[in-house]
């Protein structure tokens, strides 16, 4: 199996979790846009969507899928979305795509997190994929130089690219995380970020994995 026919097995695993009537939270990337597809399929039977981009929601629109606003909306039963790193107990990082505020928002907003993600994801220790930090544009070098203070790592900013919300992208590189829930609290805690790529004082509900053996249900 490919890359992609992986990402493919587990949108569609995902919508097993699907409840008729209800609001689906719909994350970003090409794993969740997989998960777009598989639920312009069954379009019919949710209420509408919650999107944690202006890319998702455009995809979804084009399916003819109903987004509403978070505002409008009192609950979100279930959210759906990939992964660029995931360890064993759902701790996440994300953000690859840059949208990870929208993601944490919508998350936090959701009953329960579905991530999907093929097998090249999960880790057993975080951090080799660089983890993103929106940054609010005029405390780029102020929080860049807290980063190395307090937890380590490079952090080189993501040329070229502004976030759904107008603000800056600094990756942080040659991080070893050993504590993801402490490292996301210390990030939290520095002046001008906005969000850190951590997922983890709020894991995933479930990880669904696609593998060459077919899609694993961790929990
Ligand atoms: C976007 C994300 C994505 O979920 C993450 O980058 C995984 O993407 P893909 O499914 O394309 O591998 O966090 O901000």
């Not at 909306?73 to 279930?78: K, Y």
Request: a negative charge; proline letters at 3%; hydrophobic letters at 45%.
């Amino acid at each position: 199996m490919t890359q992609d026919e992986m990402k493919q097995a587990v949108a569609k695993a995902a919508i097993e979790y699907i409840e008729a009537g209800t609001i689906v939270g719909v994350g970003t990337g090409s794993t969740a846009n997989f998960f777009i597809d598989e639920l312009a399929k069954i379009k019919h039977k949710i209420d509408g969507t919650v999107a944690s981009s202006e890319a998702s929601a455009e995809r979804l629109k084009g399916h003819g899928i109903e987004v509403f606003d978070l505002n409008s909306v009192s609950e979100i039963a279930v959210y759906v979305d990939g992964a660029d790193e995931s360890n064993k107990f759902l701790h996440l990082i994300k953000g690859g795509g840059g949208a990870l505020t929208r993601e944490k928002i919508v998350a936090a907003a959701s009953k329960k997190f579905i991530c999907i993600a093929d097998e090249s994801k999960l880790v057993d220790v975080m951090g080799k994929f660089p983890l993103p930090i929106e940054v609010i544009p005029m405390a780029r070098s102020l929080v860049a130089r807290e980063i190395i203070k307090q937890i380590g790592g490079e952090p080189v900013l993501r040329e070229g690219f502004t976030t759904d919300n107008g603000n800056i992208i600094l990756d942080v590189h040659n991080l070893e995380i050993m504590e993801p829930t402490r490292i996301e609290q210390i990030l939290n805690n520095i002046t001008g970020v906005v969000t850190n790529g951590l997922f983890a004082i709020k894991p995933a509900t479930v990880l669904l994995l696609g593998t060459q053996d077919g899609v694993k249900t961790i929990t």
